[in-house]
């Protein structure tokens, strides 16, 4: 048995998910007339979604489709929609019937998930561009090696100093 690992998009698709179920729980919490949610609920909610987004980024590469995709995300919502009514108060959503409430969230559903796909599709083309942009440039001059002087071109400068410190004269000849 292989084991199955995720795409190299599975961060993008994962963190997408998470950050897509914790603004759409709190625009629809909002909407319905739930209010802003307090502290407690606002750390219960982040936490959900930070868990449905490491699931979905979990996810093996054969896994990661639309349906998929759509089922994150709804799981998501519900997850969503329990972390902010646990710590209130029961509420009362005024202002949207729930039948009309239901088709907002699954329009929503399908509209995150719609951006989650295009966005890991032009995932890979938009990075190579910008690896291709960003890269340093090769310049296309050749270096010619510059040539060395040899021991024959010019003497050494310490044995020209040396020599002239040198002296010929040698000790008296006895004959």
């Known amino acids: 048995m292989s084991?199955?690992?995720p795409?190299?998009?599975?961060?993008?698709?994962?963190?997408?998910?998470?950050?897509?179920?914790?603004?759409l729980a709190i625009a629809a919490h909002g909407i319905a007339?739930?209010?802003?949610?307090?502290?407690a609920a606002l750390t219960l909610l982040l936490a959900a979604c930070a868990a449905v987004g490491a699931a979905t980024g979990g996810l093996p590469g054969s896994a990661n489709n639309c349906r998929t995709l759509l089922g994150?995300?709804?799981?998501?919502?519900?997850?969503?929609?329990?972390?902010?009514?646990?710590?209130?108060?029961?509420?009362?959503?005024a202002g949207l019937p729930a039948a009309a409430m239901l088709a907002a969230h699954a329009?929503?559903?399908?509209?995150?998930?719609?951006?989650?796909?295009?966005?890991?599709?032009?995932y890979l083309p938009i990075t190579r561009v910008l690896r291709t942009v960003l890269r340093s440039p090769v310049l296309g001059v050749e270096s010619t090696p510059v040539p060395r002087p040899g021991p024959l071109d010019r003497p050494e400068p310490r044995?020209?100093?040396?020599?002239?410190?040198?002296?010929r004269r040698g000790p008296p000849v006895h004959a």
Do not use: M
């Not at 795409?7 to 603004?23: D, H, K, Y």
């Open 3 to 5: 084991a199955r690992h």
């Open 7 to 23: 795409t190299p998009t599975a961060a993008l698709r994962g963190g997408s998910v998470g950050a897509l179920t914790a603004a």
């Open 33 to 39: 007339g739930g209010g802003f949610p307090d502290s």
């Open 72 to 93: 994150a995300l709804a799981a998501g919502q519900a997850a969503g929609h329990l972390a902010l009514t646990a710590t209130n108060d029961p509420h009362v959503h």
């Open 107 to 122: 329009a929503a559903t399908v509209v995150c998930a719609a951006l989650v796909l295009v966005a890991e599709r032009l």
């Open 159 to 167: 044995i020209a100093v040396l020599a002239a410190g040198i002296s």
